[in-house]
């Protein structure tokens, strides 16, 4: 394709469009990496759901469909102390649905459980060596760090304030993922717990790009080629999609969330922290509107999300978190490949005439 107006994305991570598509937890399997993969973007995949098994599972089927650059993508956060206190009220709180559902309240809670990157993930990169490995709530421990970096594997990490991105670069990140209020999924703030911090893609990626000398990846609230241009236009030298490909045939969604997805508002979706214990956007569902999509009472991430499986198991719909960003209504029904190249063409057309 034609010369973008920066390349700077594009020579550090060895692709061909300025696209990284997000490595979304339990939507993304290895079809959708090859896919994006193979029409030029950089392909990512998700660790933070899946056991090391699991994981080297998917990276080998990624590594024999596709020689293209590879993301990996792994959870930094840490493990919350046991609070078997906060635990019970959390369920309590729940017991009338489970009562009206039909669920089982008294046999013992599952476990919601999101791995943290640790010295066992860091082997599975030693051993596959993806081009990139990026990292969401922070960065892990200085050694650990530099054992993906003896990889040369090129680092990103999402920030969602400037603070953020200044403490990401000053350890070591290639470049910054510029995560705006209206993404879909978790938060990437690590710094603070105060959600008034966060700003919106507009406002938050030339700040960025102003306060660091790395690339920054333009994230939050893009699903077409007007995005990708806008966030030329700030100063980013590439976009982070997640939302739209979860529109794709290779996307792993439930059926619930595929409706939903579908037939909803841009207007209604929020952050909630009900299903993980940490704010992430979502569809609003039952659960969200009748407990307030923020409610003190749900244990910290990643534990909050055990007391709603059998609830879930029962009404999929109104107890899953069904994630999605404020540009879902941009969305199309394409297949990944489809979709990457034609944001592409559309992305350069509307470039030329700038």
């Known amino acids: 394709m034609s010369t973008w107006p920066d390349t700077r994305i594009l020579d550090l991570l060895g692709i061909q469009l300025p696209i990284i598509q997000a490595p979304m937890a339990g939507a993304t399997g290895p079809a959708m990496v090859i896919a994006a993969s193979a029409a030029g973007a950089l392909g990512s995949m998700p660790a933070a759901a899946l056991s090391l098994e699991q994981l080297r599972a998917a990276l080998t089927t990624i ?23 906060r635990d019970r009220q959390w369920k309590n709180l729940l017991e009338p649905y489970y009562r009206e559902l039909g ?144 529109f794709t045939p290779e996307a792993k969604v439930t059926p619930s969330h ?24 979502g569809i609003i569902n039952r659960v969200m509107r009748e407990l307030g999509p923020i409610n003190l009472s749900a244990p910290a991430f990643p534990l909050s999300g055990g007391a709603l499986m059998p609830l879930k198991a029962k009404d999929e719909a109104g107890f899953s978190n069904l994630w999605s960003g404020q540009a879902l209504r941009l969305c199309k029904d394409l297949s990944t490949y489809e979709f990457t190249r034609t944001l592409a063409v559309q992305a350069l057309e509307q470039l030329k005439r700038t």
């Open 63 to 85: 590594r024999q469909g596709s020689t293209r650059p590879l993301n990996v993508n792994f959870f930094c956060h840490q493990p919350p102390p046991a609070d078997a206190e």
């Open 258 to 281: 595929h409706h939903a997805l579908r037939n909803t508002q841009a207007s209604d979706t929020a952050l909630t922290n009900l299903f993980t214990g940490r704010p992430a956007r």
């Open 103 to 246: 669920a089982d309240f008294d046999a013992p809670t599952p476990v919601s459980n999101r791995a943290p990157f640790n010295i066992g993930a860091c082997e599975v990169v030693e051993e596959f060596r993806p081009e990139v490995v990026s990292f969401h709530f922070g960065l892990p421990e200085k050694s650990l760090l530099d054992r993906v970096k003896a990889t040369g594997a090129k680092v990103l990490s999402t920030a969602t304030t400037v603070e953020e991105a200044i403490w990401l670069e000053q350890r070591g990140c290639d470049a910054i993922i510029a995560m705006g209020y209206e993404a879909g999924g978790h938060r990437g703030m690590f710094l603070t717990e105060d959600l008034s911090s966060q700003i919106g893609t507009l406002a938050l990626v030339p700040q960025i790009v102003d306060a660091v000398s790395v690339p920054v990846i333009a994230a939050g609230g893009i699903a077409d080629a007007r995005g990708i241009v806008a966030a030329f236009a700030l100063g980013a030298s590439a976009v982070q999609i997640g939302t739209a490909y979860l």
